[in-house]
């Protein structure tokens, strides 16, 4: 059985590696370390199909250890001793190169019986995770390795590599090829920065080609096909899942309404409504706040009817919360305000609540002293009367600051022309 095109082609020198400048280019620090010779325990973090497992390779064909190689979606502690065991023998000598290919699938104990080999340099690991390693992986491992991220791979990046496929896919057919115009660019951009899955939609698209016995003709309609929506790079519990949602709060943060459409187009796409519904929530409050306060009962609205209707007509109602929100006045008066109560409550600034702000509706309240002295402020001009609320630890604490807008300033204004009133 033949071998998938991507095995075939896959990279045999650090030159040929598509991406991955900012790690592997001339001079930079993961190239120096493998051209040294010395290879430390290192991550490899990314996602699928950008290089980590054949950077492995290349570094284990470029060194004098015995190479081993597990996957943590199937090794058990068993396969782990049985590679600690080579140490002893005469082929584990100069030192063993484990590479450990989805380390976040083992367990602590899994991860726990390689510190001590990994600790003394009979074992040098090399591990892989598409997952964020310091979510996923033991902090004893994280700490005896360097972690190298790497990086989806640009279009410009991927060209090449699709167009030298699709030419070792003519040769191996003995046939010319005939692309349509914007096929190796639909290609390049169509697979989310994944290397591997270019390659193989380039395969998939010269197995399913027309071929008259001369000539592959490959066409633009048939490349969308095989390509559907895979640059969508999503995983509901992953990396790319906050990512998302952080670049659309900040985005709206930062009131750029077209860069939150696009974060809010690419939940849309994966259809998760629940994330994106919940998240617009929260910025209605912790970002746009009291200087617009009926954004939170409009998004509410948005967001239940996007609920009632599903997509893909739930997408009317969450753009509309997501352009409102862009374009409303910010404050985060509200947030810091709370926050900054919590902090005192956390460090035990709490105090004893004043009498007179307490429960009078009980017999012998009064003897006590609860409820005595407090004034009505509804019996009073504007509805105002000073007196103290805060326990007397906390009595002058400023928890909340009027916000720089037009709605806060107002009532800022409103509230010390009244209290300034009443001190006269």
């Avoid at 190239?31 to 570094?59: D, H, Q």
């Avoid at 800022?412 to 300034?420: F, L, N, R, T």
Wanted: proline fraction near 4%.
């Amino acid at each position: 059985m033949q071998k998938p095109l991507a095995d075939r082609i896959r990279p045999k020198t650090l030159d040929d590696i598509v991406g991955q400048k900012h790690l592997l280019g001339k001079g930079k620090p993961l190239r120096r370390i493998i051209e040294s010779g010395n290879i430390p325990n290192m991550i490899f973090y990314g996602s699928s199909g950008i290089g980590k497992t054949t950077v492995a390779r290349i570094i284990a064909d470029n060194t004098n250890l015995k190479m081993y190689k597990l996957n943590g979606t199937t090794a058990s502690v068993s396969d782990i001793k049985d590679v600690i065991s080579e140490t002893e023998t005469f082929e584990g000598y100069n030192g063993i190169l484990l590479y450990l290919d989805e380390i976040q699938y083992l367990n602590k104990k899994q991860q726990q019986s390689l510190l001590e080999y990994i600790e003394n340099g009979k074992i040098t690991l090399i591990s892989s995770t598409t997952e964020n390693p310091y979510f996923y992986v033991y902090n004893a491992i994280i700490s005896r390795s360097t972690v190298f991220e790497f990086l989806p791979v640009s279009p410009d990046e991927i060209m090449p590599a699709v167009e030298r496929a699709f030419r070792i896919m003519a040769q191996d057919y003995g046939l010319e090829l005939e692309l349509e115009d914007g096929v190796s660019e639909y290609i390049s951009r169509g697979c989310g920065g994944d290397v591997r899955k270019s390659i193989n939609t380039v395969e998939l698209c010269v197995l399913s080609a027309d071929n008259d016995g001369k000539t592959l003709r490959v066409g633009l309609d048939a490349v969308k096909l095989l390509t559907q929506r895979s640059n969508m790079r999503y995983d509901r519990d992953g990396d790319e899942h906050y990512n998302i949602l952080s670049a659309l709060q900040k985005s709206i943060r930062g009131s750029d309404e077209n860069a939150a459409l696009h974060y809010a187009a690419r939940l849309m796409e994966a259809g998760d409504i629940i994330s994106l519904s919940r998240r617009l929530l929260v910025i209605a409050s912790e970002d746009i706040g009291l200087a617009y306060p009926q954004a939170i009962s409009i998004v509410k609205a948005c967001v239940d009817s996007a609920m009632q209707l599903g997509l893909p007509e739930a997408r009317l109602p969450l753009a509309q919360a997501v352009i409102l929100l862009a374009t409303s006045p910010k404050s985060n008066s509200g947030i810091c305000a709370i926050d900054a109560a919590i902090e005192d409550i956390r460090k035990g600034n709490a105090g004893d609540i004043p009498l007179h702000l307490q429960d009078g509706h009980y017999s012998g309240a009064q003897k006590l002293g609860k409820a005595q002295g407090y004034k009505y402020p509804h019996s009073f001009p504007n509805s105002y009367v000073e007196q103290q609320y805060l326990p007397d630890n906390l009595k002058d604490r400023k928890y909340y600051r009027f916000g720089e807008n037009k709605t806060e300033q107002t009532a800022k204004v409103y509230w010390d022309k009244i209290k300034s009133g009443e001190k006269k």
